[in-house]
């Protein structure tokens, strides 16, 4: 199975300024059709994950360009160039080029 | 846009068998990607369970293989999972997802108890 680790497992952020979340793969996510297929989700207070990013560094339509991911291989990161209130909850990345697919075990944003 | 929508049953007795459907609307099961299904016990991560794709391709997490079946309605645009033999451990929200490009469902509540 692909181990996803996610860090860090908290980060308190003030209002307006950036946080950036890393999530490393034990193996490789390059799939054998080239693509490379790390999302990530927000899971807000008592909702349902909602995916924000899929291959790597694709937005969602209604994802703000305050959100952004990038990296390759087995390293990614997810950026928050400017964090807003909205924005508190648990960020998971998720890998679905192997099957099991896996997931990281989620970073927590607060506001400071 | 695409949409997809749990329905479940009530509460559970342990040892009974979870039955839980997914409809997709917005988008036909026989374009194309996986779905499949993913739990989260109270206050916990995400976990796999199974996932199917339109021709009946099917893998399922080897930690509840022995009890899980996936299966797939192209006629009426969804799919279905059975979990045998459920305990407490079994209680958590049930989502349906698309896969390798995410979309995911509203999720349904299971809870497992005597």
């Known amino acids: 199975d692909i181990v996803m680790t996610q860090t860090p497992l908290s980060s308190p952020v003030t209002v307006g300024q950036p946080a950036s979340i890393s999530c490393r793969s034990s193996?490789?996510?390059?799939?054998?059709?080239?693509?490379?297929?790390l999302s990530w989700l927000q899971q807000r207070p008592g909702q349902p994950p909602r995916p924000l990013i899929y291959?790597?560094?694709n937005r969602f339509s209604g994802v703000p360009d305050r959100f952004s991911g990038s990296g390759a291989g087995t390293d990614f990161t997810l950026k928050i160039s400017r964090v807003e209130a909205e924005d508190v909850g648990v960020y998971y990345c998720?890998?679905?080029?192997?099957?099991?697919?896996?997931f990281g075990g989620g970073t927590k944003v607060e506001i400071k | 846009q695409v949409q997809l929508q749990e329905s479940g049953p009530g509460p559970l007795n342990p040892s009974e068998t979870l039955s839980l459907t997914c409809a997709v609307s917005?988008?036909?099961?026989?374009?194309?990607?996986?779905w499949g299904w993913i739990r989260q016990s109270p206050g916990k991560g995400l976990e796999w369970i199974a996932s199917?794709?339109?021709?009946?391709?099917?893998s399922y997490s080897p930690s509840l293989k022995s009890r899980v079946t996936i299966s797939v309605d192209t006629s009426k645009n969804q799919f279905s999972l059975n979990l045998s033999s459920v305990t407490a451990a079994d209680t958590a929200m049930y989502y349906c997802?698309?896969?390798?490009?995410?979309?995911w469902g509203q999720g349904t509540m299971v809870t497992v108890s005597s």
């Open positions: 998720m890998q679905a080029t192997q099957f099991p697919l896996t």
């Open positions: 997802a698309r896969h390798p490009l995410p979309q």
């Open positions: 917005g988008y036909s099961i026989n374009n194309g990607y996986y």
């Open positions: 199917i794709n339109y021709r009946g391709s099917t």
């Open positions: 193996q490789s996510l390059v799939h054998s059709d080239g693509n490379t297929y």
């Open positions: 291959k790597i560094s």
